[in-house]
């Protein structure tokens, strides 16, 4: 998407307009939305089995676990910003593991073949699933990347748009 200086100050007066008097979204820049969030977390598809990519995969508890935090990365094929995510996470993926959170891939337009995902889910050490149709939709996803935190089976973060790895880790949800 190309922005002019005007395309981007009008877009920030829409979402700041938006925004006033929003206690749970937070506009971070004109490119990220956070908001934090406390409702059941939709149910993850089954993970997808692939021999090339699970033994270097890093693992992940189940997401009802208590005290469970896990870092859901939707991401798509098409998307640059995903591939940036994703690799800035994976360089980072032993600060999550060592503080206990789990790190899996979703893959959208994927149709919920493993098969079709499988080129997507192979950019990061992580658990993949693909998604079927409609199951975006579940989880609000209008763009890629989107991320999710969840924390013993509840969504509690949701942002929208690029972070890097060090900014999530700052805000991650500890109650």
Request: charged residues 25%; proline residues 6%; aromatic residues 6%.
């Amino acid at each position: 998407m190309i922005h002019t200086h005007g395309n981007i100050s009008a877009l920030s007066l829409v979402l700041l307009s938006l925004c006033v008097g929003c206690e749970r979204a937070a506009v971070v820049d004109v490119e990220r939305v956070v908001e934090r969030v406390d409702a059941p977390a939709p149910t993850l598809p089954p993970p997808c089995e692939d021999r090339k990519h699970d033994a270097g995969v890093l693992a992940a508890p189940a997401p009802e676990a208590p005290g469970e935090v896990e870092v859901l990365i939707f991401s798509s094929d098409w998307c640059d910003a995903c591939d940036r995510v994703l690799a800035d996470f994976s360089a980072r993926a032993g600060e999550f593991s060592a503080r206990g959170v789990g790190v899996r891939h979703l893959i959208t337009q994927s149709d919920g073949s493993c098969v079709r995902a499988a080129t997507v889910g192979r950019r990061a050490p992580f658990i993949y699933h693909a998604l079927a149709a409609g199951e975006e939709a579940r989880w609000a996803i209008r763009s890629t990347p989107t991320i999710w935190v969840t924390r013993e089976n509840r969504a509690r973060l949701y942002i929208e748009g690029e972070i890097s790895a060090e900014e999530l880790l700052e805000v991650l949800p500890s109650e």
